[in-house]
Each structure stands twice: as structure tokens, then as C-alpha cells.
């Protein structure tokens, strides 16, 4: 009984992992939120000043990687889809209010520790974007590896039935529950990946009883394979449980290390 409630506690340390979309408006004027200081951020043209960020490493900038590039700005590139897209924009006044939302920029992040091809990852998330939103053209696209997590920035233009929506494509929280609970389905087994949100109440009862009665219906290989798809992923992210639950010393670790 013992061993079965240190294996509960272990268990409750292990942190897995996530994938998050946040989405962001972005507009053509402002102080903040536009396409120009997206296309300074992302594509690092400027100082590092105007970035808006401390953490970048000037040193790791050359692995960041484009999966869509973008000739000349963000700016002129949305501004050419909309104009082809739709047919009054030269005429409707709507197009110039100062508040209207020409892009959605998309963050792709993971929970800190997670360990994976990144590139191979965010080609993934790429494809379920455009699957997701198979009418909004990609401006832009890059992996970011010199801002601590490696994470990815899209640009899109959002139309939705032909009309530009920006609002209503980055959406709120259901829109945002929505997106990660899609994007979970398209590539967690694939990746390890856990639940974009946590079970509160009923519906964390209900999904341990679930949870529970699918692992004792397994056969022991099916049991196996089930495991390593979570251990694998906890390991990288806290091996100090595993290394004591297997009875590995940390004098042998710190003399691995050493040599």
C-alpha cells in the first residue's frame, strides 16, 4: 500500500506537456499590436529595441527559421490579399478605421521542457492551421529558437465567408478552447502530448473513471505502449522521480557526468 501511494505522488509531480495558441489582432495603426512591429519582431530587421522583448539572444538568431517568408512587409503583403479578396475595399470606408484588424498573428508555444524536433513540430502545427483555416492566407511564418522555449509566430489574413473578420477568427475563450483542443487532436499521441486544459469537478471524476477503466481493459502490450507515451515525455521533464523509483543513485549520475 506503501509503494502504491509513493507511485500516486510521483505521479502527481510529473508535469506533462502542452501545446497553446494564443492569438493576437493586429492592425496597420497603434503603439502596439501591428503589423509593423510584428514584421520587426519576427523577422528581427530592427533594432532590438523596438522587438518589445529582453530576452532574445542575438547569438542563437541564425537558427530561427522561416517556414513561410514574405517578400517586402507584413504590411503590403496583407493589405494585396485583401484587395484581391475583396471587391470594395478601395470604396468602403470600414477599411480605414484605425481600429480595424488587417491579421491574426498566432504564438505556438509548449509547456518548458518539452523536448522534440521543434522544426519538425511546428511543420505540423503549420498544417493543421491551414487545415483549420483553410480560407485565411499565410503571410508569414517563423521559428523562433533565440527567445528561451522554441515557439512560432504566423501571420494570416482572417477572412471568414469572404469577409475580413479578425475578431471573430482570434476569437475569445471558447474560440481559444477550441483551437487548442483541435490542434491537440491533430498531433498529441504523435508528439506525447497532454489535455490542453485541466478537468475540474465532475468532469475530472468522470475522466479519471474513464481513464481508469480504458488501462485495466488493456492487454499488457497495449499497457506498455500506453506508458511510454507518457513516461518518455515525464522523464525529460523531471527525471529525478524516475532516477529514484529505479534506484539510481545520484553518485552515479554525477560521475556520468563527469566524464
Request: charged share 20%.
Amino acid at each position: 500500500m506503501h509503494g502504491i501511494a509513493n507511485n500516486v505522488m510521483t505521479l502527481r509531480r510529473v508535469q506533462m506537456h502542452k501545446v497553446n495558441i494564443k492569438a493576437h489582432v493586429l492592425k496597420l495603426n497603434g503603439h502596439k499590436k501591428t503589423l509593423f512591429l510584428a514584421h520587426a519582431h519576427n523577422t528581427r530587421v530592427t533594432s532590438k529595441r523596438l522587438f518589445g522583448y529582453g530576452k532574445i539572444d542575438p547569438e542563437l538568431t541564425h537558427l530561427n527559421m522561416e517556414l513561410v517568408s514574405c517578400d517586402g512587409s507584413f504590411e503590403d503583403k496583407a493589405i494585396e490579399i485583401v484587395k484581391n479578396t475583396v471587391s470594395d475595399f478601395d470604396t468602403n470606408k470600414k477599411y480605414r478605421h484605425s481600429n480595424r484588424g488587417f491579421a491574426v498573428e498566432f504564438v505556438f508555444t509548449v509547456t518548458a521542457g518539452f523536448n522534440c524536433d521543434f522544426y519538425a513540430f511546428y511543420i505540423d502545427c503549420l498544417e493543421w492551421l491551414k487545415s483549420y483555416l483553410p480560407n485565411c492566407p499565410i503571410v508569414h511564418a517563423v521559428i523562433h529558437f533565440d527567445e528561451g522555449i522554441p515557439h512560432m509566430h504566423v501571420i494570416i489574413v482572417p477572412f471568414l465567408d469572404g469577409k475580413l473578420q479578425a475578431s471573430k477568427v482570434s476569437g475569445y475563450i471558447q474560440t481559444s478552447t477550441e483551437r487548442n483542443i483541435s490542434i491537440f487532436n491533430y498531433l498529441g499521441k504523435k508528439y506525447g502530448l497532454t489535455y490542453p486544459m485541466y478537468l475540474r469537478g465532475a468532469a475530472k471524476r468522470t475522466g479519471i473513471k474513464l481513464a481508469i477503466e480504458a488501462y485495466n481493459s488493456l492487454s499488457h502490450e497495449e499497457a506498455i505502449k500506453v506508458l511510454s507515451q507518457t513516461v518518455i515525455p515525464s522523464i525529460y521533464n523531471n527525471p529525478e522521480v524516475f532516477l529514484h523509483a529505479m534506484d539510481i543513485g545520484y553518485e552515479k549520475v554525477f560521475g556520468a557526468s563527469q566524464k
